[in-house]
C-alpha cells in the first residue's frame, strides 16, 4: 500500500488578491513573496508528503481569480481530486464568492456527484487584525454546504497552511478508500479531456 | 523534377573554414589549412580546388580592391565569404538564394561558433579539429533544420503560432522573465517551447544563438560543449558557458528596459511595496516600461534599437547594381562596414546612425557613410573595441576593464569575479566576454537565462530565480501543451508573408510544408523581391508577375509584405494595361492583410 505513490491533483480557487499563490508558495517552498504578481491562468507545483502512512504526490494547482482569466483556468479544473475554496477573511466580498467559485468548479471539473466531492475551505490573512468575515461566519457556510472542513490560515506566517493541505490530501484519500482503489501515478486517467482534432496537424 | 525546377532555396552546398596561416610556403599542401569541410565526404581533392580557388580569389580581389571579398560566384553556386586574420570562411549556396540570405547564413554560422567556443583561434588551439568539426556540421544542420523556406531566405526566428495563442499567455511568458531578472545576476532571458521562441528580451541575434543549445538538448543529439547538469535543482537545470561580443554585452547594459525594470523592482523589496506589483497587474503592463518581449506588441524604443542591424545589412549589397551578373567584384568599398552592424550591432554609438536611417528612408548612402567610419577590418570590432579601450584607459590597467564590464552589466550589484582573460588577450581577435547560459527544462518548455558566470556558485540566488519561476513555467507549459491547432480549414483565396525586421520574425499562412510544391512559386517570388529590396535601398513596392500568378512586395524599414491573390483573371500577360488584376493587388493585400494584424495603410 505505502510503496504506490498516488498523484492527487488538487486545485485553488478563489477571488483575486486572496491569496492562493502565496499559499501554494508557502507550503511548498515555505516562502512568502508580497509581490507577486496575479497569476496569468494556471500554475502549480508538486509536493511529495506522507499522510496516514500513504506517500502521495500533490500536484497543486493554482489559478487566476480575476475574471477575465476565467477562460484561461476552467480548462484544468477537469481531474481535480480536491478543491480548496480560498477567501480572505479581510474581504467580505471574497467570502460572499464562495459560492460562485463552487458553482464553477463543479461545473467545469464535470464532477459527476458534486455532494460528495471533497472540498476544503480556507480563510486566509488571518495575520491581518481588521477582519471582515468572522470564524462564525465562515465555519456556518461550510456546516451549510456540505460540512466541509473550515481552516484558517496565513501564507505570510505559515499559519495552518500544510494542515489545510494534509486535511485536503485526508478527505481524497477516505474518498478513494470508499471506492476503493488508489490511482497510482501511472496510470492513465480516462476521463480526462480528449485531445481533439490531435489528427490534424495543419 | 519538382527540385530540379525550383532547387532548395534554405541550403547550403557547400562550407569551409580555411586557415592560411597554415598554408605559407610553396610546398604546404592546401589540406592543411582545411579546418572544415561541408559535406564531409567531399572528396579531397575536390576540396582542395574550391579551397585554393576561392581563397586565391579573395585574397587576390582584396588585395587589388583593398577591401574585403563579400560574395564570389563560381559556377552556378554564388559564396559568402568570410576573412578574419588569418581564417577564411566560404559558404556556397544556390545562386537563386537571395545574396543576403546567404551572407547572413554565415554570419550567424560564424556567430554560434563564437558564441559557444569563443574565438576561433583558441579553439582551435584547444580542441582537435574533428571535435570542432562535429560543432560546425551541428550549427549547420541547426541553421538549416525544420523551419520553412521563407524562413532561410528572411533569416528569421522561429516564433510559436500567435494565432492560436491566448496573448495573456505571451504576458505571462514575458512576466516570468522579469520575474527571473529581479535576480541582479540574470541579464535577460528567452522562452522558448519546442524550439520556438514565447518570449525574449534578447535581441534576433542573441534569440537565434541560445535556440541552439536548447533545440539540441531537446533533440537529445548529443552535447558537445559538455553542459554542466545542477544537481541542486534537479535534472531540469543546466548551464553552459557562453561568449558574448563587446557589443552584445554593451547592448544588455544600455537597454533602458532592463535597467528601468531593475530600478524599481530590484532595490529593496521591502520598502516599496506597491509599484513593482502595479507594474504588473495586467491593466498596467502595456504602458510601463517593462514589457520587452511579448511577441505581440508593438515596437517600443527597445526594439527599434534592433532595427539598425537589419537595414543596414540591408545595404551590404545596395552599391551593387547587378548582383546576379558580377561574379568576383562585389563591393569592395562599403562591403565591410554593414557587416559590422548588420551583426553586432547593438553598439551605443550605433543608435544615433541608426536613427538617422531609420527615420530618413531611402538614405541608404549616408547609413553607409555613417557606419563605414566605424569600421576597419574586423566584424567584431570596430565601434566596440574603441570603446573597450576606452574603459580599460578609464580603469587605468588592463586587468580592470574586464572587472568593469563585469560590473556594470550588472549595474554595480556586487563584485565580479569574472574575468575575461581568455577570450580577450589577443588584440587581433575581437574581445569575447564569457557568460553563462541557464537552462531551465519544463518538458517541451524551456527558460533561458543569460547570467552572469558566478550564478552558479551563488546558490540563494539560482534558487530564488528556479523557485519563483517553476509554477509559471508549470503553468504555462500546461497552457500552451494544449493549445488545440485553430480551424485549419478557412481556405483563403490569397498567401501572404509578413517579414518583421525589427523583430526578426516572420507572419504567414503558407503551411511551410516540404510538399506543398503549389506554395513555390510563391516563396520563389518571394525570394526574388526581397532580394531586389536588400539591392535598391529606394524600392518600396514591386509587383512580380507571371502569366498565372502576380505577387505583390511592399517594404519599409521597419517590415516587408507579400502578397498573393488566387484565381485572378487571366490578364496578366503581356503589355500591362490598366485592367491588369496584378494593379489591384496592393488595394486587396491591405484590406485582406489587416485581419492578419499586419496594417499596410
Given amino acids: ?202 | 523534377m519538382a527540385e530540379l525546377l525550383s532547387p532548395d532555396l534554405r541550403g547550403c552546398t557547400y562550407f569551409f573554414l580555411y586557415d592560411g596561416s597554415k598554408v605559407k610556403e610553396e610546398g604546404d599542401a592546401t589540406r592543411e589549412g582545411i579546418c572544415y569541410f561541408y559535406p564531409e565526404e567531399t572528396p579531397m581533392d575536390k576540396q582542395e580546388l574550391l579551397c585554393g580557388q576561392l581563397a586565391g580569389v579573395a585574397r587576390c580581389v582584396s588585395e587589388l580592391s583593398s577591401s574585403s571579398v563579400r560574395v564570389l560566384r563560381l559556377r552556378r553556386n554564388k559564396y559568402a565569404i568570410r576573412r578574419k586574420d588569418d581564417f577564411l570562411w566560404a559558404l556556397g549556396s544556390s545562386v537563386d538564394v537571395p545574396t543576403i540570405s546567404v551572407c547572413e547564413l554565415l554570419d550567424q554560422l560564424i556567430d554560434l561558433f563564437c558564441f559557444y567556443n569563443g574565438s576561433v583561434r583558441q579553439s582551435y588551439q584547444r580542441n582537435s579539429r574533428e571535435v570542432l568539426a562535429m560543432r560546425w556540421a551541428q550549427y549547420l544542420s541547426h541553421l538549416q533544420a525544420g523551419s520553412s523556406e521563407l524562413h532561410h531566405i528572411f533569416s528569421c526566428l522561429k516564433t510559436i503560432d500567435a494565432t492560436n495563442v491566448d496573448p495573456l499567455l505571451l504576458l505571462k511568458a514575458a512576466l516570468i522573465l522579469q520575474a527571473c531578472q529581479r535576480c541582479p545576476l540574470v541579464l535577460v532571458g528567452c522562452i522558448l517551447f519546442r524550439g520556438r521562441v514565447v518570449s525574449t528580451q534578447m535581441s534576433p541575434n542573441l534569440t537565434m544563438k541560445v535556440m541552439v543549445h536548447e533545440s539540441e538538448t531537446y533533440n537529445k543529439a548529443h552535447k558537445p560543449n559538455g553542459p554542466s547538469t545542477s544537481s541542486s535543482s534537479g535534472g531540469t537545470v543546466s548551464s553552459i558557458t557562453v561568449f558574448l561580443t563587446m557589443s552584445e554585452l554593451q547592448y544588455l547594459q544600455s537597454t533602458p528596459v532592463d535597467k528601468g525594470f531593475k530600478f524599481h523592482s530590484t532595490p529593496h523589496k521591502d520598502t516599496i511595496p506597491k509599484k513593482t506589483r502595479l507594474s504588473r497587474t495586467l491593466s498596467d503592463t502595456p504602458s510601463t516600461d517593462s514589457e520587452p518581449s511579448d511577441a505581440g506588441s508593438t515596437h517600443s524604443s527597445q526594439k527599434v534599437s534592433f532595427s539598425p542591424c537589419l537595414s543596414a545589412s540591408d545595404n551590404v549589397f545596395s552599391p551593387d547594381p547587378s548582383e546576379n551578373t558580377t561574379d568576383l567584384l562585389h563591393p569592395p568599398m562599403q562591403s565591410q562596414c554593414p557587416l559590422s552592424n548588420g551583426k553586432s550591432s547593438h553598439d551605443a554609438e550605433e543608435d544615433e546612425s541608426f536613427y538617422h536611417s531609420f527615420h530618413t528612408n531611402g538614405g541608404g548612402m549616408s547609413q553607409i557613410g555613417d557606419s563605414s567610419g566605424l569600421e576597419e577590418n574586423s566584424h567584431l570590432n570596430g565601434a566596440c573595441g574603441t570603446v573597450f579601450d576606452f574603459r580599460a584607459a578609464e580603469c587605468g590597467n588592463e586587468e580592470s576593464h574586464d572587472h568593469k564590464v563585469g560590473e556594470d552589466s550588472r549595474r554595480g550589484s556586487g563584485g565580479s569575479a569574472h574575468g575575461c582573460s581568455g577570450a580577450t588577450n589577443s588584440h587581433n581577435e575581437s574581445p569575447l566576454v564569457p557568460m553563462t547560459l541557464y537552462l531551465h527544462r519544463v518538458k517541451g518548455l524551456v527558460l533561458v537565462l543569460l547570467v552572469e558566470p558566478h550564478f552558479l556558485s551563488d546558490t540563494a540566488s539560482m534558487e530564488e530565480v528556479y523557485h519563483s519561476s517553476l509554477a509559471a513555467l508549470n503553468g504555462l507549459e500546461a497552457h500552451l501543451r494544449t493549445i488545440i491547432p485553430g480551424p485549419p480549414g478557412v481556405q483563403v483565396p490569397y498567401v501572404f508573408a509578413h517579414f518583421d525586421c525589427t523583430q526578426s520574425t516572420m507572419t504567414s499562412n503558407l503551411s511551410g510544408r516540404p510538399g506543398a510544391t503549389h506554395e513555390r512559386p510563391f516563396v520563389r517570388a518571394t525570394s526574388l523581391l526581397h532580394s531586389h529590396f536588400c539591392n535598391t535601398e529606394t524600392l518600396q513596392e514591386a509587383i512580380i508577375r507571371s502569366a498565372g500568378a502576380a505577387v505583390y512586395g511592399t517594404r519599409s524599414v521597419a517590415q516587408e509584405t507579400y502578397f498573393l491573390q488566387h484565381g485572378g483573371s487571366l490578364r496578366n500577360s503581356g503589355i500591362p494595361n490598366h485592367q491588369d488584376s496584378a494593379f489591384t493587388l496592393p488595394t486587396k493585400a491591405r484590406h485582406r492583410l489587416l485581419k492578419h494584424g499586419v496594417n499596410l495603410l
Avoid at chain 1, 71 to 93: A, E, I
Avoid at chain 1, 114 to 126: A, R
Avoid at chain 1, 156 to 184: G, S
Fill in chain 1, 1 to 202: 500500500m505505502t510503496t504506490k505513490t498516488s498523484l492527487l491533483k488538487v486545485i485553488l480557487l478563489g477571488d483575486g488578491g486572496v491569496g492562493k499563490s502565496s499559499i501554494m508558495n508557502r507550503y511548498v517552498t515555505n516562502k512568502f513573496d508580497a509581490h507577486l504578481f496575479h497569476t496569468i491562468g494556471v500554475e502549480f507545483l508538486n509536493k511529495d508528503l506522507e499522510v496516514d502512512g500513504h506517500q502521495v504526490t500533490l500536484q497543486i494547482w493554482d489559478t487566476a481569480g480575476q475574471e477575465r482569466f476565467r477562460s484561461l483556468r476552467t480548462p484544468f479544473y477537469r481531474g481535480s481530486d480536491c478543491c480548496l475554496l480560498t477567501f480572505s477573511v479581510d474581504d467580505n466580498q471574497s467570502f460572499l464568492n464562495l459560492g460562485n467559485w463552487k458553482k464553477e468548479f463543479i461545473y467545469y471539473a464535470d464532477v459527476k456527484e458534486p455532494e460528495k466531492f471533497p472540498f476544503v475551505v480556507l480563510g486566509n490573512k488571518v495575520d491581518v487584525t481588521e477582519r471582515q468575515v468572522s470564524t462564525e461566519e465562515a465555519q456556518q457556510w461550510c456546516q451549510e454546504n456540505g460540512d466541509y472542513p473550515y481552516y484558517e490560515t496565513s501564507a505570510k506566517d505559515a499559519t495552518n497552511v500544510a494542515v489545510a493541505f494534509e486535511e485536503a490530501v485526508r478527505r481524497v484519500l477516505a474518498m478513494d478508500e470508499r471506492t476503493d482503489h488508489l490511482i497510482p501515478t501511472d496510470t492513465v486517467k480516462l476521463h480526462r479531456k480528449p485531445r481533439s482534432a490531435a489528427t490534424c496537424c495543419s
